[in-house]
C-alpha cells in the first residue's frame, strides 16, 4: 500500500515571516532605547560642562569685579578729583585669559581660548534721573529744567523730559507706598495699581514709556542711581555739562571739556576760570569728585559671551555693590569685543 509523502502546514512560511517582523521590531525598539540613552548621557555630559563653564565664568569675573573695587579703593585713599587720567578710567582691552594666570606647560588641553575685557565708568558722568524727585515725593522743577534743557539738546522734545519727570515720580511713590504719605501722593491704591516698576537702569526707562530708540538716544548722557548726586565736570560730556549749567552753550561746555584734558579740575572754581566767569552762574550741580561707578567684565569663548555690569558705591574707603546685572548669549556677528557703553 503506497502512502502519501508528507506535507508542511501551509501555515509555517507565514508563521516565519512574523518572527521575521517581530525580531525587526524587537531590533528597532532596542536601538532607539539605546539612542535614547545615549542622548540623555550626551545631554548630561553638555549640561555638566556648561555649568562648569558658568561657574568658572562667574568665578573670572567676581575675581575682576574685586580688582576694580581695590583700585577704586586705592584711588579714594590716594584724594584728590577723580578724573579720566586716573588708573581707575584706563580699560582692559580684551586679552587672553592665559595672560593672567600661570601657565600650566603639562596641559595638552585644546579646548578655546576664553578671553577677558571690562572697564570702569563713572556713573556721575551722566545726568542722574533720581535727582529730579525730592525726599518729599514731588518733582523739583529746577530738576525737571535740567532734564527739559538735556532732551533739547539731544535733539528730543523739551516735553520728553516732563513726562519722563513725572512718570519716574510715580514709580518712586510707588516703591515708597509703605509710607501712607507717600501713597496718598500716588493717588492711593489706584494710583498704585497704574504706576510703573521702579527702573534701576536706563535699560528698564522703557517701563516709564519710552520706546527702545530714545533710550539709546539717553544712554550716554542719563542715568539711574539710587541716590541724587551730582555732575563730574571732569568726566562729563558737554552735553550734560550745557544741561546742568543755566545758561551755559554747548560751545562753551565744549571749552570746559577741552581745558579738563589739560589739567583736571580741583575744585568748581576751576570750572569758573576755565570760562573767564566767577559771577553769575551756577555751577553747584558739579562735582569734581564721584561716588558711584559703573564696573563691567566681559568674558568671551569663541562666540559664547557673559557679561556682568555692577553698580558700586564708594563711600570712604568701602566700595559697596548697589546693583547688578549679567548677561549671556551669542557675540553678534561683527562684534568688537567690547562692551556696549
Not at 582692559?92 to 585669559?97: D, G, I, N, P, Q
Not at 564708594?314 to 546693583?323: A, H, I, S
Request: charged share 25%; proline share 4%; with cysteine.
Amino acid at each position: 500500500m503506497r502512502t502519501r509523502p508528507h506535507r508542511a502546514p501551509a501555515t509555517r512560511p507565514a508563521q516565519r515571516g512574523a518572527a521575521l517582523l517581530m525580531a525587526m521590531v524587537i531590533v528597532t525598539l532596542v536601538a532607539t532605547f539605546a539612542a535614547s540613552m545615549v542622548w540623555q548621557q550626551w545631554r548630561a555630559v553638555q549640561v555638566e560642562g556648561a555649568e562648569r563653564v558658568r561657574a568658572q565664568a562667574m568665578w573670572v569675573l567676581s575675581g575682576a569685579l574685586d580688582w576694580a573695587r581695590l583700585i577704586l579703593r586705592e584711588d579714594a585713599r590716594n584724594g584728590g578729583a577723580d578724573h579720566l587720567g586716573e588708573a581707575w578710567a584706563t580699560p582692559l582691552a580684551e586679552a587672553r585669559l592665559s595672560t593672567f594666570l600661570a601657565v600650566d606647560n603639562a596641559n595638552t588641553d585644546d579646548a578655546p581660548e576664553a578671553f577677558l575685557s571690562g572697564r570702569v565708568e563713572d556713573a556721575t558722568s551722566r545726568y542722574n534721573l533720581r535727582n529730579v524727585v525730592d525726599g518729599n515725593g514731588e518733582l523739583d522743577p529746577q530738576e525737571t529744567a535740567v532734564l527739559r534743557r538735556l532732551c533739547e539738546t539731544l535733539g528730543l522734545p523739551p516735553s520728553l523730559g516732563d513726562g519722563l519727570a513725572a512718570s519716574y515720580r510715580r514709580a518712586w511713590l510707588a516703591q515708597q507706598s509703605a509710607d501712607p504719605a507717600m501713597l496718598a501722593r500716588l493717588g492711593g491704591e489706584s494710583g498704585l495699581a497704574q504706576a510703573a516698576l521702579m527702573p534701576q537702569s536706563v535699560d528698564q526707562l522703557v517701563w516709564l514709556g519710552l520706546d527702545a530708540a530714545t533710550v539709546e538716544r539717553l544712554r550716554p548722557y542719563l542715568t539711574v542711581l539710587p541716590d541724587a548726586t551730582g555732575v563730574n565736570a571732569n568726566t562729563a560730556p558737554k552735553e550734560v555739562i550745557a544741561a546742568v549749567v543755566e545758561r551755559l552753550d554747548l560751545a562753551s561746555a565744549e571749552r570746559l571739556v577741552q581745558a579738563r584734558q589739560r589739567a583736571a579740575f580741583k575744585d568748581t572754581g576751576d570750572v569758573g576760570r576755565a570760562l573767564g566767569v566767577t559771577t553769575g552762574m551756577d555751577f553747584s550741580r558739579l562735582r569734581v569728585n564721584s561716588d558711584f561707578f559703573e564696573v563691567r567684565g566681559r568674558l568671551r569663548l569663541e562666540d559664547n559671551v557673559i557679561e556682568q555690569r555692577h553698580l558700586v558705591q564708594r563711600v570712604g574707603m568701602d566700595v559697596l555693590v548697589r546693583y547688578q546685572t549679567r548677561f549671556s548669549g551669542l557675540e553678534p556677528s561683527g562684534g568688537s569685543g567690547q562692551t556696549r557703553p
